[in-house]
């Protein structure tokens, strides 16, 4: 029989239904990852229509009102969000009382729980757009508060004159933020902003699916984003960077953690089988706003990783994520290693909180079935006779 003739054998096991893949959970008119394409869009705008020229105000009030907002309604959208960065007693109380060491997406995820708890008349109704602002505006400041109460220093208080990317960088530093640093942050939280129905973003949509709250859906999201196989890969890059040292010793420690079976973070993804157009965008910001040698060892380690995937793993059609660029880019904005997957949720939470806007005003109970693999007639056996 020639292989043009074979078909597949109808008795074969039906592949199994592991990590969902392929599977359509919801309608959402807010983002859509073209896979085979590499390509994003946000509510019809291709994200090369928006990273660079919106601002991350624009984009959030794009993601959740459906359209681009006019001069006075970004002037009130802006004074809207500026007014919802301060932290209630409790939550500082909280970030105080963590340790030191505790991990900032931790802090964060437990933060946004600590605000749901104490600002319940807030939180507690259906979720809607002044939640979804209350909440992704105190991102920045509770992470900020972390970042300084872990160092000993004093929480510094939001300014509103300030745009998002400014202001963070303003509570985080306490100094007026340098345009070479807010600017590429900004770019990166509206290239981050959305991405279809990932993992963090599904799991809010469950949570809001039961009728929960958005704290307890944006809570759960945290948890999910924080994994090394979703947001948790750009400190990871670091991490490699950083143990690869130099140009030089790029392919013996590549070939060695393909060897010992490593994942190379920054590359493959689930939908994309071409390049991730948040990595291009990315890579270009780095190139602009890094150390021109740490940019020439990242570049390095990125070519020759794209060579030994393609050599390793053929047809797995692995390319650059947005993480493996998120590195460089966050690193020279001033941020260390543990507080990039924490800023990635900054941009996210708007998404976040649009996906559960959606999901309310559409809502069936998220609630899917699992094959049944395991046994149906066992006998108990009392305790003494085992
Ligand atoms: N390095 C080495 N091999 C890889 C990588 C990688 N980064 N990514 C995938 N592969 C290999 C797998 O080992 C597998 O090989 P096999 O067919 O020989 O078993 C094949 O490619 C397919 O991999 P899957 O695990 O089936 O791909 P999946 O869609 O489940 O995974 C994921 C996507 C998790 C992103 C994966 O590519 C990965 O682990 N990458 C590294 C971590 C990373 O960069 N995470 C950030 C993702 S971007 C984001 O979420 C914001």
Redesign the pocket.
């Known amino acids: 029989m020639s292989s043009s003739t074979i078909t597949a054998d109808p008795a074969a096991p039906a592949p199994k239904p592991e990590?969902l893949?392929g599977v359509v959970a919801a309608s959402t008119a807010l983002s859509h990852v073209y896979g085979e394409e590499g390509r994003l869009v946000y509510r019809g705008f291709d994200i090369h229509e928006l990273a660079g020229k919106a601002s991350f105000e624009e984009v959030a009030f794009l993601l959740w009102c459906d359209h681009l907002p006019n001069p006075i309604e970004l002037d009130e959208f802006r004074t809207k969000m500026g007014a919802n960065r301060e932290l209630p007693g409790p939550v500082i109380d909280t970030l105080k009382a963590l340790p030191p060491d505790t991990a900032p997406m931790d802090a964060l995820r437990t933060a946004v729980s600590v605000l749901g708890a104490s600002e319940h008349g807030l939180f507690d109704d259906e979720p809607d757009l002044d939640e979804a602002i209350a909440l992704a505006a105190r991102f920045p400041a509770m992470l900020a508060a972390f970042f300084r109460l872990r160092q000993g220093l004093n929480p510094v208080p939001p300014r509103s004159d300030l745009n998002t990317a400014q202001n963070y960088l303003y509570q985080l530093f306490g100094a007026e933020p340098d345009a070479d640093h807010w600017q590429p942050l900004e770019t990166y939280l509206v290239l981050l902003a959305d991405?279809g129905m990932?993992?963090s973003t599904f799991t809010a949509r469950v949570i809001a699916s039961t009728q929960s709250d958005l704290c307890s859906a944006i809570t759960g999201a945290i948890g999910a984003l924080k994994g090394?196989?979703?947001?948790?890969?750009p400190s990871k890059v670091l991490d490699m960077l950083n143990e690869i040292g130099s140009a030089d010793n790029v392919d013996a420690w590549l070939t060695n953690a393909?060897d010992t079976g490593?994942?190379?973070?920054?590359?493959?993804?689930?939908v994309y089988k071409a390049e991730?157009p948040r990595a291009e965008i990315l890579r270009g910001l780095a190139e602009r706003a890094s150390d021109p040698v740490f940019f020439a060892l990242s570049k390095k380690t990125e070519d020759r990783a794209l060579a030994l995937?393609e050599e390793?793993?053929p047809g797995?059609r692995?390319y650059t994520?947005?993480?493996?660029y998120s590195a460089a880019v966050l690193a020279a904005v001033g941020l260390p290693g543990d507080m990039f997957t924490p800023t990635?949720a900054v941009g996210r939470a708007v998404g976040w909180s649009a996906h559960v806007l959606e999901q309310v005003a559409n809502n069936r109970l998220i609630r899917p079935q699992s094959e049944f693999v395991g046994p149906t007639d066992k006998t108990f056996v009392a305790l003494g006779e085992r």
């Open positions: 990590g893949e991405h990932n993992a090394p196989l979703h947001g948790g890969a393909l490593q994942r190379l973070m920054g590359f493959g993804h689930r991730d995937l390793r793993k797995r692995l994520n947005v993480e493996f990635f």
